[in-house]
């Protein structure tokens, strides 16, 4: 009987000291998460890069020699719609054309 009473104790000890660091662990968690938290996101926040697409700007380009290599040159798309109503007239310019 003493060697399982032994035994049961060392169990319980073990028991403890682990439920001990978990305790430990948690309440050093909620320290961090809860105190020091606007510290450390403000610290993660100036740590990260930011990455924003920027589109190339289109121009022309130059060799060496100042020679023009290639330039932009500007198109548009002009589409008619045949089935359209037409202008309407505002409300200022019916009373325009009146006068």
């Not at 001990?20 to 809860?34: D, E, P, T």
Request: proline fraction near 1%; charged fraction near 20%; include cysteine.
């Amino acid at each position: 009987m003493e060697v399982k009473r032994d035994i049961l104790w060392r169990v319980y000890l073990c028991f403890l000291g682990i439920v001990a660091l978990s305790l430990v662990v948690l309440g050093k968690a909620f320290y961090i998460q809860r105190v020091q938290g606007a510290y450390w996101k403000g610290l993660s926040d100036s740590l990260h890069q930011k990455f924003v697409e920027l589109d190339a700007e289109r121009g022309t380009i130059y060799s060496e020699d100042s020679s023009m290599l290639s330039t932009s040159i500007p198109y548009f798309n002009i589409y008619i719609d045949f089935g359209a109503d037409g202008k309407v007239a505002s409300t200022s310019e019916r009373v325009l054309q009146r006068n």
